[in-house]
């Protein structure tokens, strides 16, 4: 069973910056698109970035684009998000999604494996 682990969260200041990394397990993580997705209290979880599988594609949702940047290291099994800029409006509980049939379409129902999330707090 793959398994997700999130890690890298944590409390900023307005325009600082924070890394994320989520870590799998098992062997297949190299097939996988894998995404990153928010949820911030009362709303509804969204997507935030989707990489290919080597890494070669990356897409962003419009309110993060410039700023996030999405990377992977598939000898590591892992899949970083970098936050910069950050904004109070991206305080939530962020989520590593792996999709593991290589599609990595930027919606919740695209991914079947999924993290813990961990928290992400920006202030103002």
């Known amino acids: 069973q793959e398994q997700l682990v999130e890690s890298g969260g944590g409390l900023v200041q307005a325009g600082g910056s924070l890394r994320l990394s989520c870590e799998a397990s098992?062997?297949?993580?190299?097939?996988?698109?894998m995404g990153w997705f928010r949820q911030a209290p009362g709303k509804e979880r969204e997507f935030v970035a989707t990489?290919?599988?080597?890494?070669?594609?990356?897409y962003y949702a419009d309110s993060v684009k410039g700023r996030f940047t999405i990377s992977r290291d598939n000898a590591k099994n892992t899949v970083y998000l970098q936050l910069n800029s950050l904004k109070p409006e991206d305080t939530a509980v962020y989520y590593c999604?792996?999709?593991?049939?290589?599609?990595?379409?930027?919606?919740?129902?695209?991914?079947?494996?999924w993290g813990q999330g961990t928290q992400v707090t920006v202030s103002s």
């Open positions: 098992g062997r297949t993580f190299s097939s996988w698109a």
């Open positions: 990489i290919s599988e080597y890494g070669g594609n990356a």
């Open positions: 999604a792996g999709d593991s049939t290589g599609w990595g379409a930027p919606l919740v129902s695209g991914y079947d494996y």
